[in-house]
Nanobody, 120 residues
Framework: QVQLVESGGDLVQPGGSLRLSCAAS????????MGWYRQAPGKQRELVAA???????VYADSVKGRFTISRDNAKNTVYLYMRSLKPEDTAVYYC??????????????WGQGTQVTVSS
């Protein structure tokens, strides 16, 4: 069994900051890419930021310069640092990871989502 557990979502004022965390646990052999997606009401889920196991991070144009993704491979954890938040950043944020289980093949796993609301 593999789980991704997110935390850190909150209500924040425009211009504020938040840090989201996502920890993977279970019978993990290896983790490839890790990333964050978001889904606002009435919209499709979209990529926010992704961090491959090797190489540079990628960001959606709408968050470049404001959000930073980082990984702690020793803790199987990925973070999303968000600053200068805007009302349009309001969404449920989901963690995603490509994980190979012990004795298995790599597949995508998703967290349960954490709500970020940017409002005054």
């Amino acid at each position: 069994q593999v789980q991704l557990v997110e935390s850190g979502g909150d209500l924040v004022q425009p211009g504020g900051s938040l840090r989201l965390s996502c920890a993977a646990s279970g019978s993990i052999f290896s983790i490839n890419g890790m990333g964050w997606y978001r889904q606002a009401p009435g919209k499709q889920r979209e990529l926010v930021a992704a961090q491959p196991s090797g190489g540079s991070a990628v960001y959606a144009d709408s968050v470049k310069g404001r959000f930073t993704i980082s990984r702690d491979n020793a803790k199987n954890t990925v973070y999303l640092y968000m600053r200068s938040l805007k009302p349009e950043d309001t969404a449920v944020y989901y963690c995603n990871a490509g994980i190979r289980r012990l004795g298995g093949y790599e597949r995508d796993y998703w967290g349960q989502g954490t709500q970020v609301t940017v409002s005054s």
